[in-house]
């Protein structure tokens, strides 16, 4: 099981990723290999996590990686870009900072962290921050979906409703005729109402498709 990264399941809510699911985790350290924290890295490793360290900042993180973690100072000192998109599908993204100042609150804020660690590295808190990060992030991906499906539904419901008053102003038909007849359309041509209506709406001559329609007296 691929426990972070994943894509979340509906399960997830009643499991959430526990400290036994840790080992599992694939762990980026962005950090300069001069400068960097090793603290970090071994505390990482004793906890079960795959640690890769890599600098400077990658164009973009393999597809397996959990969480990725960023000398957030280091970064800024040496003016490197840091590319990274806060999407459904990006790992989760925890800053190391040294010390709090505008310029890395500022970026810790555009780049929308997960969670935030301070230096110097204390073993207290780790994982704490790690479990709570990895879990927060996959309640984020669910809420994502279902608001993606949400808006795809209303999506699709305007699409008929608009399809429906086409066919009602056109054709002088009531709303129950109208969608009467997108159904029709939809079990000829074995389709989804959705598909055509987005077909009356395009400018299609969805009289030619024989389609009888059965009024009620």
Same mark, same amino acid.
């Given at each position: 099981m691929h426990v972070g990264r994943s894509e979340p399941l509906a399960s997830d809510k009643e /499991?959430?990723?526990?400290?036994?699911?840790?080992?599992?985790?694939k762990i980026v350290l962005v950090? @300069?290999? %001069?400068?960097?924290?090793? #603290?970090?890295?071994?505390?990482?490793? =004793? &906890?079960?996590?795959?640690? /890769?360290?890599?600098? @400077?900042p990658p164009a973009a993180y393999a597809e397996d990686v959990d969480i990725v973690f960023v000398m957030l100072d280091r970064l800024i000192e040496s003016r490197l870009t840091f590319n990274w998109q806060a999407d459904d599908h990006?790992?989760?993204?925890? #800053?190391?900072?040294?010390?709090? %100042?505008?310029?890395?609150?500022?970026r810790l804020l555009h780049l929308r962290v997960n969670a935030v660690i301070?230096? @110097?590295? =204390? @073993?207290?808190? &780790?994982?704490? %921050?790690?479990? #709570? #990060?990895? /879990? /927060?992030?996959?309640r984020e991906q669910r809420l994502r979906q279902n608001?993606?499906?949400?808006?795809?539904?209303?999506?699709?419901c305007r699409l008929v409703e608009r399809a429906k008053l086409a066919i009602m102003l056109t054709d002088s038909q009531s709303e129950k005729?109208?969608?009467?007849?997108?159904?029709?359309m939809a079990m000829k041509r074995r389709t989804t109402v959705d598909m055509v209506s987005g077909e009356?709406?395009?400018g299609l001559n969805w009289r030619e498709e024989g389609?009888?329609? %059965?009024?009620?007296e």
């Open positions: /499991n959430p990723v526990l400290i036994k699911d840790l080992r599992l985790l950090q @300069p290999e %001069n400068g960097g924290d090793q #603290a970090l890295r071994s505390h990482l490793e =004793r &906890i079960g996590c795959h640690v /890769n360290e890599i600098w @400077p990006s790992p989760v993204l925890i #800053a190391v900072i040294d010390y709090e %100042n505008p310029l890395s609150i500022d301070g230096l @110097p590295i =204390r @073993p207290f808190g &780790i994982l704490t %921050n790690l479990l #709570a #990060a990895v /879990n /927060n992030h996959r608001l993606a499906r949400m808006q795809a539904k209303l999506e699709s005729e109208a969608y009467g007849v997108l159904r029709q009356v709406l395009s389609v009888i329609l %059965n009024r009620e």
